[in-house]
């Protein structure tokens, strides 16, 4: 079954530190991963995408993420959060088979001061 | 602006009343989603059309109905079926490019 798993429900972590979100998706031929941000009582904004090309994609704000396929992996990082960067994170996977796009269940990151 | 309008944004209803979620896409897209939230359970898909007079059930379709008369046009239905119908709902149309975008979002308190 085409599924999509974050690892860690809840990330806390005090501003200027490292992050990394973790990810893995179901294996699949043809997959296209993506990573989501939602803020408080919001709709989802695309924080960045893979859909081929380079393993490795960045955001405008500092996240990049990689996509390794032996891994079924696709972690999102960041070298130095801030204050503003707190949200909850969601990946997600679109498979071509069934054209639906499969959501994690979301990691809270907790950015303190 | 091109974008996703949900509507409306806070709901309430009593127990054994249906309601109905708007989602309107000015964005040209073919593709159209019906998600729930819950905290800590991610989003769930409850029905997706992929044009106009075709959709087909997510993996959480019981108690809601949608219709897809319009291109523009994706209303949800929560019935009284729904058994714990208490969530947010996210609406979203998809490019070509496989990028979903997100309407704004929905919350419906039964009370």
């Known amino acids: 079954a085409q599924s999509v798993t974050q690892l860690d429900s809840q990330v806390p972590v005090f501003e200027e530190a490292p992050v990394e979100l973790r990810c893995n998706y179901s294996s699949s031929v043809s997959v296209y991963l993506f990573w989501y941000v939602q803020y408080p009582n919001q709709g989802l904004q695309l924080l960045l995408k893979y859909l081929s090309g380079s393993t490795l994609v960045e955001s405008i704000n500092g996240f990049e993420a990689e996509f390794n396929k032996s891994q079924t992996s696709f972690h999102l990082r960041k070298p130095s959060v801030h204050i503003s960067d707190t949200a909850e994170y969601f990946c997600a996977a679109f498979y071509n088979q069934g054209g639906k796009l499969i959501f994690g269940q979301g990691t809270e990151l907790s950015v303190k001061p | 602006d091109g974008g996703i309008t949900q509507s409306p944004k806070y709901l309430f209803r009593k127990e054994g009343q249906n309601v109905t979620l708007s989602c309107e896409q000015n964005l040209n897209h073919d593709a159209m989603y019906w998600y729930r939230q819950d905290p800590g359970q991610g989003l769930r898909l409850i029905y997706y059309?992929?044009?106009?007079?075709?959709?087909q059930k997510g993996d959480i379709a019981e108690g809601y109905s949608v219709s897809r008369e319009k291109k523009e046009s994706f209303p949800l239905t929560v019935t009284s079926a729904q058994k714990n119908p208490t969530a947010f709902y996210l609406c979203a149309s998809r490019t070509g490019g496989m990028e979903l975008f997100f309407g704004e979002g929905s919350r419906l308190t039964v009370l």
């Open positions: 059309s992929q044009i106009v007079n075709d959709f």
